[in-house]
């Protein structure tokens, strides 16, 4: 079955460490973005991208890194220059066949990040 | 003021009730916009986008959206308890853009 894969579904980083969240599709989607959620506030977009080797930032990339080295393939990494990195990160993707064509994102079923 | 404003409940009402779902908005060049539905500990699942305004419906569901008073609603007919999550309503300023903007949810529960 198609889908979006996050991994791991918990996670638990310690002060000063940097943390990578896994998000692989199959669903041959070129656009692939990343979304913190916490509790009474909207998704909020990290980090996106709409083609291999190349990603923009979002409304909150600072402390975020991410890289697109396949299609595939969009991991997110919480750095220690995070200072609030607890809460809900979810991944999407969609077909973007140009600025004015991209179909509505599909998201995965998350990683939960919490700090020791 | 947020850009869209959702009212984030908890909203209970009994099996097979219609429920209504509404989320306001500030920004008028909103062109496109969506309702997700997630339950607890996953992530949002699409139900149903519009573009502009206009009425779209799809089997229980149907989605409203008025531009002229930058208000959108969800109805649920026929509510079950399986219809019990958080809804989120998503919106953005042209088809296709990247950058779709939220409502922070409401969280619905249906009432066996």
């Known amino acids: 079955d198609g889908g979006i894969t996050q991994s791991p579904k918990y996670l638990f980083r310690k002060e000063g460490q940097n943390v990578t969240l896994s998000c692989e599709q199959n669903?041959?989607?070129?656009?692939m973005y990343w979304y913190r959620q916490d509790p009474g506030q909207g998704l909020r977009l990290i980090y996106y991208s709409q083609i291999v080797n190349d990603f923009q930032k979002g409304d909150i990339a600072e402390g975020y890194s991410v890289s697109r080295e396949k299609k595939e393939s969009f991991p997110l990494t919480v750095t220690s220059a995070q200072k609030n990195p607890t809460a809900f990160y979810l991944c999407a993707s969609s077909m973007s066949e140009g600025q004015y064509s991209n179909q509505p994102q599909h998201f995965g079923d998350g990683t939960r990040l919490s700090i020791l | 003021q947020k850009e869209v404003e959702q009212d984030p409940g908890p909203l209970s009402v009994p099996e097979g009730a219609i429920v209504s779902l509404n989320c306001t908005y500030s920004?008028?060049?909103?062109?496109?916009f969506m309702w997700y539905r997630q339950y607890s500990r996953k992530g949002p699942e699409l139900l149903m986008y519009?573009?502009?305004?206009g009425n779209k419906e799809d089997g229980r569901f149907t989605a409203q959206v008025d531009k002229s008073s930058k208000y959108i609603s969800l109805f649920i007919r026929d509510s079950q308890p399986s219809d019990s999550a958080t809804y989120l309503c998503?919106?953005?300023?042209?088809?296709?853009?990247?950058?779709?903007?939220f409502g922070t949810g409401t969280r619905l529960t249906i009432i066996p």
């Open positions: 519009t573009y502009s305004s």
């Open positions: 669903l041959n989607h070129d656009a």
């Open positions: 998503a919106m953005s300023l042209y088809f296709g853009n990247e950058k779709l903007t």
């Open positions: 920004n008028s060049a909103f062109q496109y």
